[in-house]
Structures are given as C-alpha cells and as structure tokens.
C-alpha cells in the first residue's frame, strides 16, 4: 500500500469554480503534512502547511482529518493560473526526517 | 528569502559519463535531499543526508549514485556511468530540522542523456 495517495485527476474546471482534492495517508504516525503546487517542469513550491485545527490561506482552505487519515484542499474562485499539479506530502519530522510525497493531482482551470 | 540553489540548470551528458549535479542548501538547514522526477511522473525520492552521512536512501540509489558535502555549502550528487534511464529532473532539498518544517526545493537540473 502507497504511503500516500492521490487521484491523480485531471481536474477541470471553469474559472470562478471551487474545487477540492483530497490525500489518504497509510502511516497513523505520520505527523506533519503540506500541500504543495507544482507547475511544468519546475521545483515543487509550498503551498500551505496543513495543521490540526484546518487553516486558510486567501482562497486556499486546509484541512486534516486525522481519524480517516486524509487531508484536504480546498480552492475557491479557480484562477487560471492556479492550474498546476498538486502535491500532498506527509513526514515524520521524528523519524530521520522522512518525507512521502503523493503522486500529484492535475487541476486545469479553463476560461 | 533565503532559497536552495542548484547548478547546472540543465545538462547534456552522453551514456557512461560521470555527471555531478550541485547544490547549495539554504545555510541553516541540517538536512539535505535529493529527489528525481521523470518526465509526466511523480517525484521518487533518492537519498537524505544529514551530520555527514547518508541518512536514508531509495532502491533508485544504487551504486552509481553518491552524494558528498565537500565543504560547508555545497552538497553533490554523482552519477557515475550515466543511463538512458538516468533523464530526469534533479531536485536538491533541504529542511531545518526544526519540528515540523518543510522542504525547501532548489529549481532542478534537468539531466538529459543521450
């Protein structure tokens, strides 16, 4: 079983529309969790931490339901340039610093 | 901000050649990772480091892979005899090792073997 997963999507949908992913996660140890976005060819870039208690960034909404090991993310009024691939990574910031990355999920934002 | 920094942006090696990808770590950070992606595929993790010596590494690093601090700042990744298969991008990262920090990403060097 993956540590971490993802639907890999593609998410399509028009721009103004909310949409939100989720991530399952195997490891009821791990302990700290993160959405990041990645564009094309490029570096993975931190979107958001995700903490306990849910948090918001702007238009983006986090969340962590550590019963069903899952977290989410939540985006509202879909830019176009929010199309990307997201990443849902989990870790074990006590356990030789481990780092489980799912495998993406694709958002296209369409005019 | 400080930013994980990486060298070169691309690189262009035939089979069987040596490459070492560079990398500098924001100046702080305790550990250091490389990860590779292939193209339109996930991100696989290859090795961490830390104190000096590998801390954990992936079935991908094989013995062809090594990874070196050679002084304060820099942290290398080698690939010994390249593959066809070795075309990727190459992503350093780093992390505080504080509680629950994340990674930092440099920008890649995409490796292309021919």
């Known amino acids: 079983r993956k540590e971490v997963e993802q639907d890999p999507g593609p998410f399509n949908v028009p721009e103004g529309a909310t949409v939100a992913f989720n991530c399952t996660y195997s490891n009821s140890a791990s302990q700290s969790f993160f959405w990041y976005r990645q564009d094309c060819r490029k570096e993975p870039k931190l979107l958001m931490s995700v903490y306990s208690s849910g948090n918001e960034d702007g238009r983006f909404t986090a969340q962590l339901n550590r019963a069903s090991q899952y977290i989410s993310l939540l985006i509202r009024d879909s830019k176009l340039s929010d199309s990307a691939t997201y990443l849902c990574?989990?870790?074990?910031?006590?356990?030789?610093?481990?780092?489980?990355f799912g495998s993406g999920t694709k958002l296209n934002v369409k005019p | 901000e400080p930013e994980v920094t990486q060298t070169p942006s691309h690189q262009v090696t035939q089979m069987g050649q040596e490459v070492i990808l560079r990398c500098v770590p924001i100046?702080?950070?305790?550990?250091f990772y490389w990860y590779r992606q292939i193209l339109g595929q996930k991100v696989e993790f290859l090795v961490s480091?830390?104190?000096?010596?590998?801390?954990?590494k992936s079935e991908i690093f094989d013995d062809q892979f090594s990874v070196e601090r050679p002084d304060g700042s820099n942290f290398t990744l080698k690939i010994r005899s390249t593959k066809l298969e070795d075309s990727a991008m190459y992503f350093c990262?780093?992390?505080?090792?504080?509680?629950?920090?994340?990674?930092?990403f440099g920008n890649g060097t995409r490796l292309t073997v021919t």
């Open positions: 100046s702080n950070h305790l550990y």
């Open positions: 480091f830390y104190n000096n010596e590998i801390s954990e």
């Open positions: 990262a780093s992390n505080s090792g504080q509680g629950e920090s994340p990674l930092h």
């Open positions: 990574v989990v870790s074990f910031p006590y356990n030789f610093n481990k780092f489980y």
